[in-house]
């Protein structure tokens, strides 16, 4: 069974910090990787998915890097701002459709 | 550009009623869900419907039902809702089920 893991479960940093979320899952087995961003109250919103073929993607400040082989991914967030703070989760999808999903890391950015 | 609507937003239901959640999308997408979100337990899927007319169990079935009612409408029922169906619970959708999903956002369900 696929498990996925979010390390910290919350973090906190000044403004202006570079920053890195973790996400590793068991099975190598997957087809993509999906970073999400989900405001209090509110439902998720897709940020970056990356193939099981790639390496990365980018979008504005935010770069998320993935090695199957190993079962990790990473979101880099550049010059964080207080807008950046939420819950960030991933997501990882099998072949069959199947999505399962990290707990989520809790962004405080302070000003 | 509605993405995807789930009805209600808020619901106290008492236990032993039944109630049907409402989702719809305007993408064309060929897959829906349905999630549910509790603390330290993240996401966890209930039912899913691949295509229009095929639905399957997820991870979390037991105590509700789904209709695909058409390509844009995937409902979810409790016939007799339980304390333990106080949740979270997410639509989503995806032109095919392995690539970008869409979420709702969320309807907020309490059973006293």
């Known amino acids: 069974k696929q498990e996925v893991t979010q390390i910290p479960a919350a973090l906190s940093v000044p403004e202006g910090e570079n920053l890195v979320l973790n996400c590793s899952f068991t099975?190598?087995?997957?087809?993509?990787l999906q970073w999400f961003r989900q405001d209090p109250g509110k439902g998720l919103t897709s940020l970056l998915l990356i193939q099981s073929s790639q390496r990365e993607q980018t979008s504005g400040r935010l770069n998320a890097s993935l090695d199957k082989s190993s079962g990790r991914s990473t979101l880099y967030i550049a010059a964080s701002q207080p807008g950046d703070s939420a819950t960030y989760l991933c997501?990882?999808?099998?072949?069959?459709?199947?999505?399962?999903f990290g707990d989520g890391t809790t962004l405080t950015v302070k000003p | 550009n509605a993405g995807v609507t789930q009805t209600p937003k808020f619901q106290v239901l008492k236990t032993g009623q039944s109630m049907t959640l409402q989702c719809a999308q305007d993408?064309?997408?060929?897959?829906m869900y349905w999630y549910r979100q509790d603390p330290g337990m993240g996401l966890r899927l209930i039912y899913y419907s691949a295509s229009e007319g095929t639905t399957d169990k997820g991870e979390v079935p037991n105590g509700y039902n789904v209709s695909r009612l058409n390509k844009r409408e995937f409902s979810l029922r409790l016939e007799s809702a339980a304390p333990s169906q106080t949740s979270v619970y997410f639509c989503?959708?995806?032109?095919?089920?392995?690539?970008?999903?869409?979420f709702g956002q969320g309807t907020r369900l309490t059973v006293v």
């Open positions: 989503a959708s995806s032109l095919q089920g392995v690539v970008e999903a869409f």
């Open positions: 997501a990882v999808t099998t072949n069959a459709g199947k999505s399962t």
């Open positions: 099975d190598s087995a997957i087809y993509n």
């Open positions: 993408m064309n997408h060929n897959s």
